[in-house]
């Protein structure tokens, strides 16, 4: 059997898991077989597949679809950045979350979201788009996932620079493995990228 957590250093997912009666196994083991990386260990009567993903579309769409297969499956673990767990809840979300980043054409425009900053209080809610407000008095999240968890973790008093503030979201609700999510990202708008574009005036309805 590879060494799961050293493997997945150099992918972006490991699935390890094994034979059993479970009606989309046969499935999932032919989508495994056709990872970046699969290897099968046999031992005794059981067989175990081991697949690793690489960061591109077609590998994260197999591993979603085995994932959903096989995630509550005994037998079944997942490694990623060197830790080695059972799937949490969070591995599917965020899973999920990476294959639709892939079906857009700027995967900032699934991944980022737009906060208005009212420091030093915090964050206080998601807003995609506040037509009214400037761009310096808002923020980029750089990723959509751990943006919903943010709330008022992200404050100017905290001794911690805002990055490794939204740094230590990201690790603490599984997220940071994600190859999309960069905290460093983490900037006004005007300073992430592209030149001042004015916002649309809010319309009402």
Same mark, same amino acid.
């Given at each position: 059997?590879? !060494?799961?957590? =050293?493997?997945?250093?150099?992918?972006?997912?490991?699935?390890?898991?094994?034979?059993?009666? +479970?009606?989309?196994?046969?499935?999932?083991?032919?989508?495994?077989?056709?990872?970046?990386?699969?290897?099968?260990?046999?031992?005794?009567?059981?067989?175990?597949?081991?697949?690793?993903?690489?960061?591109?579309?077609? =590998?994260?769409?197999?591993?979603?679809?085995?994932?959903?297969?096989?995630?509550?499956?005994?037998?079944?673990?997942?490694?990623?950045?060197?830790?080695?767990?059972?799937?949490?809840?969070?591995?599917?979300?965020?899973?999920?979350?990476?294959?639709?980043?892939?079906?857009?054409?700027?995967?900032?425009?699934?991944?980022?979201?737009?906060?208005?900053?009212?420091?030093?209080?915090?964050?206080?809610?998601?807003?995609?788009?506040?037509?009214?407000?400037?761009?310096?008095?808002?923020?980029?999240?750089?990723? +959509?996932?751990?943006?919903?968890?943010?709330? #008022?973790?992200?404050?100017?008093?905290?001794?911690?620079?805002?990055? =490794?503030?939204?740094?230590?979201?990201?690790?603490?609700?599984?997220? =940071? #493995?994600?190859?999309?999510?960069?905290?460093? !990202?983490?900037?006004?708008?005007?300073?992430?990228?592209?030149?001042?574009?004015?916002?649309?005036?809010?319309?009402?309805?």
């Amino acid at each position: 059997m590879p !060494d799961l957590p =050293d493997l997945s250093q150099r992918y972006a997912l490991v699935i390890a898991f094994q034979s059993s009666r +479970a009606a989309d196994y046969p499935i999932a083991l032919s989508l495994a077989r056709r990872a970046s990386y699969f290897v099968e260990v046999t031992k005794g009567n059981v067989d175990y597949h081991v697949a690793a993903f690489e960061a591109t579309a077609p =590998d994260i769409a197999r591993a979603v679809s085995i994932a959903d297969m096989l995630a509550r499956v005994k037998g079944t673990f997942f490694s990623v950045r060197g830790r080695l767990f059972k799937d949490d809840g969070n591995v599917l979300q965020v899973l999920h979350c990476l294959n639709e980043s892939f079906r857009v054409k700027d995967y900032r425009s699934h991944c980022h979201v737009v906060f208005p900053t009212q420091f030093p209080l915090g964050i206080p809610q998601v807003h995609v788009k506040i037509p009214h407000l400037g761009k310096k008095d808002m923020l980029i999240i750089p990723c +959509a996932f751990a943006a919903k968890y943010t709330g #008022w973790a992200l404050t100017r008093e905290h001794p911690g620079a805002l990055q =490794d503030q939204f740094r230590d979201v990201c690790v603490t609700h599984g997220c =940071d #493995w994600c190859p999309r999510c960069n905290p460093d !990202d983490l900037r006004s708008p005007q300073v992430l990228g592209g030149p001042e574009v004015s916002l649309p005036l809010a319309t009402p309805e």
